[in-house]
């Protein structure tokens, strides 16, 4: 059966959570939920969420994780690396960015490993730091679908100035990435899909 994937633009700083389900099923998941749980929660049209996985632990992705795992008891899962991003407004960069400290319930998560089955989907966990040190890439291999976090985007790529980043590793992330099939397309945790094809074109690498 195909795979639907839905984009749900939220919040303030416009990030995407992605709506990932196999035809048919009537559960999903869904790949950082971003920070505006209302408006995801009409988007699911109904699906039950069987799990939650996080590309990175920045805040604008996340804030709407603790309310969505406890009302469907769905696992949660990120990279180990930045796993101590979730409950620290300073690592996150929420402090950072809109001063405070965030405040709501704990993000209880589970190490993403190197590959994950969840929902009918099986997504490849291809780790790409730099953005920070626990980014990863959650690849469909099958659907020739990759959620790129803020990894890479259209025309950009994540920014390597906040806890964690590194531009030499982001570049060297980078460069895997646009060594995949050029025709998989490019879910980005910013802005629009694109293609690995049409990214490499902007390259030298
Ligand atoms: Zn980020």
Redesign the pocket.
């Known amino acids: 059966m195909p795979v639907s994937i839905l984009a749900v633009s939220c919040g303030m700083i416009q990030e995407n959570a992605y709506i990932v389900a196999r035809e048919g099923r009537d559960d999903c998941a869904v790949i950082d939920p971003g920070d505006d749980y209302p408006k995801l929660k009409r988007t699911l049209g109904g699906k039950r969420v069987g799990a939650i996985l996080l590309t990175?632990g920045?805040f604008?992705?996340i804030q709407a994780v603790a309310p969505m795992a406890d009302e469907f008891g769905a696992p949660v899962y990120v990279h180990a690396e930045d796993a101590e991003m979730l409950n620290d407004s300073r690592l996150n960069?929420y402090m950072g960015l809109m001063g405070g400290i965030a405040t709501g319930p704990r993000i209880e998560a589970q190490d993403l490993g190197e590959a994950l089955d969840a929902c009918g989907l099986r997504f490849d966990v291809l780790h790409t730091p730099g953005?920070?040190k626990g980014s990863v890439c959650l690849y469909l291999k099958d659907e020739g679908a990759l959620f790129s976090?803020?990894t890479l985007f259209e025309a950009g790529f994540?920014r390597t100035d906040?806890h964690g980043g590194d531009m030499r590793a982001l570049m060297a992330s980078l460069k895997a990435l646009l060594a995949l099939p050029g025709e998989t397309r490019v879910y980005p945790?910013h802005g629009p899909v694109t293609t690995v094809a049409r990214e490499r074109a902007r390259y030298k690498l």
């Open positions: 990175h920045h604008d992705h960069g953005h920070s976090g803020d994540g906040l945790g």
